[in-house]
Each structure stands twice: as C-alpha cells, then as structure tokens.
C-alpha cells in the first residue's frame, strides 16, 4: 500500500519565520498541507499516517551533526550531496543555500569548494547586516538567535583578513 507511516515535511527552526519568501518552510504550509494529507489519505490509513516536521527545532548545522552521528553518513558522502540553486554547478557560492550550506559544513569541520567565497556573496551580507541589526535591536523574529548563532560561529572561524565585517 502507498498509505501510513510517517511523513516528514522538513523545515529548519532558523527558516520558520513569517518574512520567509518560500512559502513551504512557514508554519501555515505545515499545518494546511497536515490537513490536505490527512484528508486525502483519510480512506487508506489503517494505522493512521503520522505528519512530522522532524527539523523544526533544529538548524542547519544540528541537521548536519544529526546525520553524522545518528544515520552514520560520512563527510565525504554528506559532500556529495548538493543545495545550490545554481543548476549546472554544485557549490556556485554565489546563492544564499550556498552561504547557508558553507555554515552548515563549517560548523562541522567540513571543507569544501565553492567557485567564489560563499561568505562573500550578497545574499551573506545582507544576512549578516540583518544579523547584526537583530541584535542592537534585540527583535529576532527574523532572524532568530539560534540562526545568529550558527553564522556567526562559522564567520568566527575565518581567518580575519578574509572576513571584513565587524562582528
């Protein structure tokens, strides 16, 4: 049967926030899709079919962390793995997935390559500059602290003649 178990919608807790522009990591997506799913599959469900967002909790890095030490997937295979938008490249850095992944991996002690420094790129400024502004303004609705957190954990890790921003 194509029906029951467990179906995980994933989205991360630094990206569940109401100015996300992807309409699949707000909350109203989970639970309006919660609703679709259990009405449609309402007739085949013997167990019921369990709807979970495994990943609200967590962020980028944790989610990286998990795989390594819960699913036993190696750096090398999570390096295989791709999040750029960037359709002929892998790791174009130019895009924000890019600067989100090189957090993720940097936070993890994962080194990889990436055409132009991810860190470096507009969608990473304008983060970090909303970042900062977070703070002074102690508002993380945005931006929550956790996300702070986790970039700025892997910004601190540069050497400081690759990263201008004060932090």
Known sequence: SMCGGIV?????????????KEHDKSKTFYEITSNLLSYILEECLRPRTILMTP??????SA?????????????????????CYDG???????????????????NNDIEEEYDTNPWENSYAEKSVLGMIQAMELNHF????????????????KLDSKKYNFKL
Do not use: Q
């Open 8 to 20: 995980w919608l994933s989205a991360l807790s630094t990206e569940m926030h109401p100015y996300a």
């Open 55 to 60: 990943f609200d909790r967590m962020n980028k």
């Open 63 to 83: 989610i990286v962390t998990f795989a390594l030490t819960h699913l036993g997937v190696t750096k090398e295979e999570l390096k295989l793995t791709s999040s």
């Open 88 to 106: 002929i490249k892998n790791n174009c850095g130019y895009c924000g997935t890019c600067f989100k992944r090189w957090i993720a991996m940097t």
């Open 141 to 156: 609705e945005h931006y929550t602290r956790d996300r702070i957190d986790e970039t700025l954990y892997a910004l601190k």
